[in-house]
């Protein structure tokens, strides 16, 4: 599948920037006020669905907690099923668990171990692709229940974090991407 958007598209207009968030230097990319704008939020699922619709996806794989927002929306609008990953201990269920680095540490997720069966087509999306370190596990969850990754999904990339290099050979998919800080 060929990325139909590359650099900032019109919708990036839609989302807040907010300076010095959670910590000094950083650019929050807040996407609560293109949720508030019911033409923005719909212009993101119709690009998602566009792209979706006739490829075969079985269930939607997303990451908690802003991928439930576009995920279950995306889901709904294909007729498919929604997989939640949830930080450790959130899934009331038996689970398999993958962990991750970040910046000072690590955490864990999780899926549900009876969430997707063996050969089912999947689509994984969450709102933003940064390190790829989240995204990475997800894959890991994901193919350890025997899944088929059809593509990555996100709303936003930030490229300059690089976070495709952890995630080789998937195919990925983002709607806007920032090149910069």
Same mark, same amino acid.
């Given at each position: ?65 802003? %991928?439930?927002?576009?995920?279950? /929306?995306?889901?709904? #609008? +294909? ?6 990953? !949830?930080? =450790? @201990? &959130? ?55 025997? %899944?088929?990754?059809?593509?990555? /999904?996100?709303?936003? #990339? +930030? ?6 290099? !952890?995630? =080789? @050979? &998937? ?11």
């Amino acid at each position: 599948m060929v990325n139909e958007h590359s650099g900032i598209h019109p919708l990036a207009a839609s989302i807040r920037n907010i300076p010095d968030f959670p910590k000094p230097g950083i650019v929050f990319r807040d996407i609560t006020t293109l949720w508030k704008d019911p033409s923005a939020f719909r212009e993101v699922v119709e690009i998602f669905v566009r792209r979706y619709r006739g490829a075969g996806i079985e269930k939607i794989v997303c990451v908690e907690s802003r %991928g439930f927002v576009f995920g279950g /929306a995306l889901a709904q #609008e +294909l007729g498919v099923g929604l997989v939640p990953v !949830r930080k =450790k @201990g &959130k899934l009331p269920s038996k689970t398999i668990r993958a962990q991750y680095d970040l910046e000072y540490g690590t955490d864990t997720i999780e899926i549900h171990a009876d969430a997707i069966t063996r050969g089912e087509k999947i689509l994984i999306h969450d709102d933003l692709l940064a390190t790829g370190g989240t995204i990475q596990a997800t894959c890991e969850l994901v193919e350890q229940l025997g %899944g088929t990754i059809v593509e990555i /999904a996100f709303l936003m #990339e +930030l490229s300059f974090l690089k976070g495709r290099d !952890r995630l =080789k @050979g &998937k195919e990925i998919f983002s709607i806007i991407r920032y090149d910069h800080e």
